[in-house]
């Protein structure tokens, strides 16, 4: 059987903590913060497409000071070339080049003649990304922070927001992507781009979720971003296949498990994300796993919660030949005291603390999303902590490395171990594995 790594434990509506049920795992929990924001979002999710570096139309040219204005067109003239602009504090020009001619040429060529102190490209400037979000900056440390950065996306999505046609396969207890019968999609994902995937648990179309933690799961991977709503994804401009092969308990069967992998690899998925783990190894799982890689997909799985409980290996994490398995950090980039450790562990990321407010924010330092805890039509924002909330993050970024042509598995493994910040001793260690993930280095891992 397999048990979900992060199950509510503690829910804080306002002042009074209860413990509305008690759970076998340990060190799993969340907290409520807030209510949904209220109405439609103001506008749609902006997907920020990559501009190019430079002018294709025209470039700078700066000519020595006694060059007459007859000599100046008599030269950019060879060349099929004339001013259209010029700054004259500076004394230099913009100058059209012709149609389909490239750029760096005519830079090469003006800058040999004598005359032309300098040529160069009309390099392009863009803002810096940063999304509108309003629980963004004050409470997702997990993804920018002062102190340890946490894993530097802002410099990330200035490169990459994700290709819809990626799609990451949340193998979890469903996703509130539909409105359906008694069920309601998340507001918070109204933008996400959904494929669609398949209730294994019940065997139906819809895999709604009856839990809540594969929502929170999928909105760290793709929440509806820079929607004036609410929180914000790592890859929100890629696709999710919502899978169910958890009950509304956390509990699914290896039998169910295998089958969600296989329908993932057989219907276009590209990044498999399993925030859930067993002590037990399984043979349909792990042969469901190689199919799946020897498709070319990118796996990643919570590590485990159980470091306090003998810190046995967790499957499918500890199918290392073809999972990438995460471990969990605080806001300090210290283990969480829960995450499990051993020789499979290959990355940490955030994972929260919510004994702890580092961050002095004003509320126990976990992951924060939007989800549900009984009624799969009310949604609130809360914060969970776990290997369950690491995992996503790390899923993301594959999504990303995706997104930018890098699809070998290998490949995607190599740029977020080899990219990873060493927290723990020098090299891969136990701990931490390679170090806390970073976002934007990975991207520029492949970049040539």
């Known amino acids: 059987m397999f048990r979900r790594f992060l199950l509510v434990a503690i829910v804080v509506l306002s002042s009074p903590i209860c413990e509305p049920q008690a759970w076998a795992q340990r060190s799993n929990a969340s907290v409520a913060v807030m209510q949904a924001a209220g109405g439609r979002p103001s506008g749609g999710n902006r997907i920020l497409d990559p501009l190019p570096r430079h002018c294709p139309e025209s470039i700078i040219v700066k ?16 060349y099929g070339c004339f001013v259209v602009q010029t700054c004259e504090p500076g004394m230099f020009h913009r100058v059209r080049i012709p149609p389909g001619e490239m750029p760096e040429r005519v830079v090469r060529l003006l800058e040999m003649e004598d005359v032309v102190e300098y040529a160069e490209l009309n390099h392009f400037a ?4 940063v999304p509108d979000d309003p629980f963004y900056a004050p409470y997702q440390w997990n993804l920018q922070n002062e102190v340890s950065g946490g894993i530097n996306m802002e410099a990330a999505w200035d490169i990459e927001t994700g290709d819809p046609n990626v799609i990451v396969a949340v193998l979890d207890t469903g996703v509130a992507y539909e409105d359906h019968g008694r069920f ?9 781009s959904f494929v669609a995937g398949y209730d294994f648990v019940n065997d139906d179309a819809h895999p709604n979720d009856d839990q809540g933690h594969g929502t929170h799961v999928t909105g760290t991977i793709a929440q509806s971003t820079d929607n004036a709503r609410g929180v914000a994804g790592i890859a929100f401009g890629c696709s999710i296949m919502p899978i169910k092969v958890l009950d509304n308990q956390g509990v699914g069967s290896s039998f169910d498990i295998a089958r969600g992998v296989y329908h993932a690899a057989d219907n276009g998925a590209h990044v498999i994300n399993m925030s859930f783990g067993s ?56 283990r969480a005291y829960y995450s499990s450790t051993g020789p499979h562990l290959d990355v940490v990321a955030p994972g929260g603390d919510l004994r702890v407010d580092q961050n002095r924010d ?11 805890t009984v009624d799969p039509s009310t949604f609130n924002y809360y914060f969970f ?39 723990g001793p020098p090299g891969w260690d136990p701990e931490y594995g390679w170090g806390v993930v970073d976002a934007h280095a990975a991207l520029l891992y492949w970049m040539p």
């Open 126 to 129: 863009s803002l810096y990304f």
């Open 385 to 423: 902590q776990g290997t369950s909330s690491a995992a996503p993050h790390v899923s993301g970024i594959a999504a990303l490395l995706i997104s930018q042509g890098v699809t070998d598995p290998d490949a995607v493994r190599a740029a977020i171990e080899g990219t990873a910040r060493d927290v």
């Open 362 to 372: 004003g509320y126990p330092d976990g992951i924060i999303q939007q989800t549900f």
């Open 63 to 78: 000519f020595s000071g006694d060059v007459l204005e007859e000599d100046r067109d008599s030269i950019l003239g060879r």
């Open 279 to 334: 002590p037990d190894r399984s043979r349909a799982v792990e042969q469901a796993l190689v199919f799946a890689y020897g498709k070319g997909m990118t796996i990643v799985c919570a590590a485990g919660n159980n470091f306090v409980d003998g810190n046995p290996p967790s499957y499918p994490a500890a199918y290392d030949d073809y999972c990438i398995a995460v471990g969990a950090v605080r806001y300090d980039d210290t």
């Open 184 to 192: 309601r999609q998340a507001p918070d994902l109204a933008q996400t």
